[in-house]
């Protein structure tokens, strides 16, 4: 079809299918609020489509601020509002006379005595590095608090401030947490040259998760890339071990510097070959043809 | 009897790559037949099974057909015929369409010139050979955390860079360039990759998959399928990629329809760009906050997740798309772009962008990551240090020069 004919279609199409909808205006939200059943999925569903162009920004804003602050509104329809807030906020000069009024009411619902509210609240806090929600979440770590979210979570959270102070932390929970808790630890030390020693361990442990192992593989690959290089061509080439890290370890060779990439002798691209023969989960043929590509681009390079 | 032909330009492998816009391409007869004065020859595209198509025509226009019929000088002079995509047939993989010209008299072939018609795709249609091309060539430029990735990640950070990229009109020329940037980056990596786009008005089951940008769990933490390149994805010093759990593989967000971003109430197309870019806060925002949680919901954090740019590119197609609706390409047209009394810096239509603007400009952010904009082997716009106004024309409709990208549901309409 011709491209001017195709445009004529689109634009017939949007004519026909156009059906004129307003905007949900504060006005709205005020009549959910206090409608005797309190409809909070009506609400909810008012609250995404509030108008936020410029004549309706700040009574926009304003009321989202109070439904997300109000103890007697369902959590559900304070959620949504948090939610609005959120894309308010992908206006910064609009937005910034609102800024300090937004964070004081994250802080608040920092503490809420809802669970889901915590988390939304922690959740935006450290995305901006937020001191004080960095501080809830050491003591819930250390246990001097009662958890404001679990403990995998307050790892995550406080991981996102890579010029913060929780690395000690870090490494202790990577050794002696509950699973998933260990597990985010040792995301948070991926560039933790001091770790280099655990990630081996727990790289080279068949004891260890498959998940652990593969993390700790790709930790060690930036954290000590000559101990990785001598680590993952063993693992890599050992049929025993679990294709999950094999895998993990052949992207990491095939994707990281020069140290590993040092191994990718014709003798070792020979033992990849046969290592994809012999191997029957397409991930790891995937990850080990990979490493063969950049072998065979090192030879010729 | 032999005819060569010659596009524009070509990489350092010898590669060339076309859009739908088309080019203007070369062609020569050498050693032909004594006595003659004019040889004619058919153009065509040869394509492999899936592979792209090409469009001739004379002149620049969108109109190109499949098979063309050209005389060429027997004397050897270079007469110019315009090659492009054919719309709606774009290329998988490099050579899988050549253009052919072959002998009218005789039917002999006389020249067959391999090319990749490059397209950004929907991400939800990729084949898996161009998903795995695409998260490879991401996973490099990151390097677990080393790679030219920084860069990107430094441009879209809160404070001043926060306003040079949001908030005003610049809002989606900024942008345009950042993906252009990001996308020549990757394509310096591998040349065939081009940047794909989340379509977020539907679902999207292939992309929200363990092997494309993966599944959150519980605790935000993205899982991606073994051996996944994206496994080695490191942002700011933490290793994964954290998501909310909002979008799930059958998830259709909550944001305006395509239809609704790009027509008024009354289904006709917004007038002018003023209208059309109060998008950013929905869908553009609505997009972002739609995944609940994680770095994608914060404007000064967002490229930390590398969907990110998969959402940006389809908040560029939506300005691409309106484009086309409205034939409204031309930068002195008044329509296409919106300064307003209280622009500032970064949003003025002559404006430089920043940061390929370099450092210590004045009014602007006093650091500027990343140098000039990364220049491509095909094509010379929008140059080192774009201007708000040098991202409008993006497939030379107006001007000569086009940017070497195009959408595969956006015509060239000229």
Redesign the interface.
């Known amino acids: 079809m011709?491209?001017?004919e195709?445009?004529r279609q689109?634009?017939a199409?949007?004519?026909?299918?156009?059906?004129?909808?307003r905007a949900a205006s504060v006005r709205d939200l005020a009549a959910y609020a206090t409608a005797e059943a309190g409809d909070a999925a009506r609400m909810c569903e008012a609250i995404?489509a509030l108008s936020?162009?410029k004549q309706n920004y700040q009574e926009a804003v304003r009321a989202l601020l109070g439904i997300a602050a109000q103890p007697s509104l369902e959590r559900d329809v304070r959620l949504a509002a948090l939610?609005?807030l959120?894309?308010?906020?992908?206006?910064?000069?609009?937005f910034a006379e609102f800024h300090a009024d937004y964070i004081e009411l994250l802080r608040r619902l920092a503490t809420d005595p809802d669970g889901k509210l915590r988390?939304?609240a922690l959740?935006?806090l450290t995305?901006?590095n937020d001191p004080e929600a960095q501080k809830l979440l050491e003591q819930t770590l250390r246990k001097e608090r009662k958890a404001v979210v679990?403990h995998?979570?307050a790892v995550?959270f406080l991981?996102?401030d890579?010029h913060g102070s929780a690395l000690p932390l870090f490494r202790e929970l990577a050794e002696t947490g509950p699973r998933?808790v260990r597990?985010?630890a040792?995301?948070?030390l991926?560039?933790d040259s001091k770790s280099a020693g655990l990630f081996e361990r727990i790289a080279t442990d068949k004891d260890e998760r498959p998940a652990l192992r593969?993390?700790a593989a790709?930790?060690l690959?930036?954290a000590a890339p000559a101990r990785f290089a001598k680590m993952a061509r063993q693992v890599v080439l050992d049929q025993s071990d679990a294709?999950?890290v094999r895998?993990?370890a052949?992207?990491?060779i095939a994707?990281?510097?020069s140290d590993a990439k040092r191994m990718l002798t014709p003798k070792f691209a020979k033992a990849l070959d046969a290592a994809g023969a012999a191997t029957q989960?397409r991930?790891?043929k995937?990850?080990l043809d990979?490493l063969r590509r950049a072998a065979a681009a090192k030879a010729e390079g | 009897m032999n005819v060569d032909i010659r596009f524009p330009a070509y990489d350092a492998q010898g590669r060339t790559f076309v859009t739908w816009r088309p080019v203007e391409v070369k062609l020569r007869v050498t050693a032909a037949p004594a006595g003659a004065e004019e040889v004619p020859v058919r153009l065509t595209s040869k394509s492999s099974p899936g592979g792209g198509r090409l469009s001739f025509a004379t002149t620049l226009t969108h109109q190109g057909v499949a098979d063309l019929e050209v005389r060429l000088p027997a004397n050897g002079t270079e007469q110019t015929v315009w090659v492009g995509g054919s719309y709606q047939s774009p290329s998988s993989r490099y050579g899988d369409v050549s253009m052919e010209a072959h002998d009218v008299a005789s039917g002999a072939s006389l020249a067959s010139h391999p090319l990749m018609v490059r397209i950004r795709k929907d991400a939800n249609t990729l084949t898996a050979a161009e998903r795995d091309r695409f998260l490879e060539a991401l996973a490099r430029l990151n390097g677990g955390g080393t790679g030219p990735y920084r860069d990107f990640r430094d441009m879209h950070i809160g404070g001043p860079p926060d306003d040079e990229a949001h908030g005003g009109a610049g809002f989606l020329p900024w942008h345009r360039a950042y993906l252009l940037d990001f996308e020549r980056e990757l394509q310096a990596i591998d040349a065939e990759v081009s940047l794909p786009y989340w379509r977020f008005d539907a679902a999207a089951p292939k992309l929200f998959a363990a092997a494309f940008m993966g599944v959150p769990d519980r605790f935000m933490q993205v899982r991606f399928s073994p051996g996944h390149p994206l496994l080695n994805w490191v942002a700011m010093d933490r290793r994964g990629v954290e998501r909310g759990g909002g979008v799930g593989p059958n998830t259709v967000p909550r944001v305006v329809s395509e239809e609704a971003t790009l027509h008024d109430q009354n289904g006709d197309p917004h007038p002018d760009f003023a209208a059309f870019r109060e998008m950013q806060f929905n869908p553009h925002g609505a997009a972002h906050m739609s995944h609940r949680g994680g770095p994608i919901t914060d404007p000064t954090r967002a490229p930390q997740d590398p969907l990110f740019f998969l959402l940006h590119c389809n908040v560029d197609r939506l300005w691409a798309k309106w484009q086309w609706v409205t034939g409204i390409h031309d930068p002195a047209d008044p329509r296409a772009y919106d300064e307003t009394v209280d622009a500032w810096p970064g949003h003025r239509t002559n404006d430089l962008l920043w940061p390929w603007c370099g450092p210590d400009q004045p009014d602007r952010p006093p650091q500027a990551p990343g140098g000039v904009l990364r220049d491509s082997p095909i094509t010379r716009a929008p140059g080192p240090r774009p201007r708000v106004i040098d991202m409008i024309d993006y497939l030379g409709t107006v001007s000569d020069e086009h940017m070497g990208f195009a959408y595969d549901d956006v015509a060239f309409l000229k």
């Open positions: 011709d491209s001017e195709q445009r689109y634009l199409q949007a004519k026909a299918a156009a059906a004129p909808t995404s936020l162009d939610q609005q959120g894309v308010a906020e992908f206006h910064p000069k609009r988390e939304a959740d935006r995305l901006k679990p995998a979570v995550q991981a996102r890579n998933a597990e985010q040792l995301q948070a991926a560039s593969e993390i790709l930790n690959s930036q294709d999950r895998a993990a052949a992207s990491a994707l990281s510097g989960s991930s790891l995937s990850s990979r």
